[in-house]
């Protein structure tokens, strides 16, 4: 008899998957925490979702709705697309993972931009499949670049955008420049997790492109919108991949609560409109006062800056300076990006404080 193992096995690449690990939430003894590592909602959540989580305290021996059609319905509502081509799911990351589940496989490879969400490797390996990077200019996904790397074998091109961390976006017309250089087998995966926070004009969330194609689909999260903690994600895309996908999304892979929060946030328009304004005026005043000769900011469109210093010993230092003032942000370590640290949108008070914190390291100090 061959040789056996003695004990069970996981599939090939599995073991040499570097895992997700999120932001530090740690603080010296007796110093109060600032997070402004997890690119959440300074403003909390909608009063509206809050409304909605409270009114289910009663009904927590429900199941919930399997397909989450009030969400859907929501959804289709606010953004005038059909709900039946909406599949909702445990966070984006949920959706992430059945796309790569059913579109990956053994042989198979996927593209993504250098400094590209770091979800996408994970999921292409635990497909048995193989992810290529294609080096990015000046922290921005090159189309160039995308398309080279682009194989007979390739079956997936993972697209942030905006893209997290260094928070560059393609505008319209470069995203629809991508996808007409993309083989119609190729499922092209539109990632618009920060949608929500945009505020240049020549930017498109992608529904119209989704609508025109058969090899587009839109992912979308509310985790950047103030639920964070209920993980509710979607996606939008052509009948052929909905349906694929719901043969293995989980009947209830949406929480009661957060099909609930999820829709009142999705309807909360007003509530939207103020998170956006309120980072956009931070967004710009942050990028301003840390813009200068030892701390550059490329120019962001989610909900967070990427600092980056004159190398990887001045972002550690200014790291550890913010951390014993209470204030966590983001390394880059895990993104090859030792010299930056990504800082997400707060309050005015915590900008103002990393900007006092970070003058020590470049920063011109704040107007």
């Not at 090939?12 to 997700?20: F, M, R, S, T, W």
């Not at 194609?213 to 839109?218: E, G």
């Not at 980072?279 to 990028?287: D, H, K, P, S």
């Not at 993104?335 to 949108?345: K, N, T, V």
Request: hydrophobic fraction near 40%; aromatic fraction near 8%; charged fraction near 20%.
């Amino acid at each position: 008899m061959p040789d056996t193992p003695d004990r069970p096995v996981p599939q090939p690449g599995i073991l040499e998957i570097a895992p997700y690990v999120p932001g530090r939430s740690d603080t010296p003894a007796g110093v109060k925490l600032v997070k402004l590592s997890a690119n959440e909602s300074p403003l909390g959540a909608s009063p509206r979702a809050i409304e909605a989580y409270k009114a289910l305290a009663d009904r927590l021996y429900v199941y919930p709705e399997g397909s989450s059609r009030e969400l859907r319905t929501a959804l289709g509502e606010v953004h005038g697309i059909p709900p039946e081509r909406i599949v909702c799911g445990f966070g984006s990351d949920d959706i992430l993972h059945l796309l790569a589940q059913v579109y990956l496989g053994a042989g198979d490879q996927a593209v993504m931009s250098q400094y590209g969400f770091n979800v996408y490797p994970i999921i292409t390996r635990g497909a048995s499949a193989e992810i290529i990077m294609a080096p990015e200019t000046d922290y921005r996904a090159d189309i160039g670049n995308i398309l080279r790397a682009v194989t007979p074998r390739t079956k997936v091109v993972f697209l942030a955008n905006p893209n997290n961390p260094t928070g560059t976006y393609l505008s319209k017309a470069e995203v629809e420049r991508l996808h007409a250089g993309l083989r119609p087998d190729i499922l092209f995966v539109l990632d618009s997790a920060y949608a929500e926070y945009v505020t240049a004009d020549d930017y498109s969330v992608g529904i119209d492109l989704v609508d025109r194609a058969q090899n587009v689909v839109m992912v979308r999260t509310f985790s950047k919108m103030g639920i964070a903690g209920e993980r509710v994600g979607w996606m939008y895309g052509p009948e052929h991949v909905v349906d694929a996908i719901n043969r293995i999304r989980g009947p209830f892979n949406v929480s009661l609560s957060g099909q609930a929060a999820a829709a009142a946030a999705a309807r909360d328009t007003a509530f939207t409109a103020r998170l956006r304004e309120h980072n956009a005026r931070w967004r710009e005043w942050l990028t301003a006062s840390l813009s200068g000769n030892a701390i550059r900011v490329p120019p962001s469109q989610g909900n967070f800056i990427l600092a980056l210093f004159e190398d990887a010993a001045t972002s550690r230092a200014a790291f550890t300076a913010l951390r014993d003032k209470g204030l966590m942000v983001r390394e880059m370590h895990g993104y090859g990006i030792p010299e930056g640290l990504r800082i997400s949108i707060g309050l005015e008070e915590h900008m103002r404080a990393v900007v006092e914190v970070l003058e020590a390291f470049g920063a011109p100090g704040g107007r």
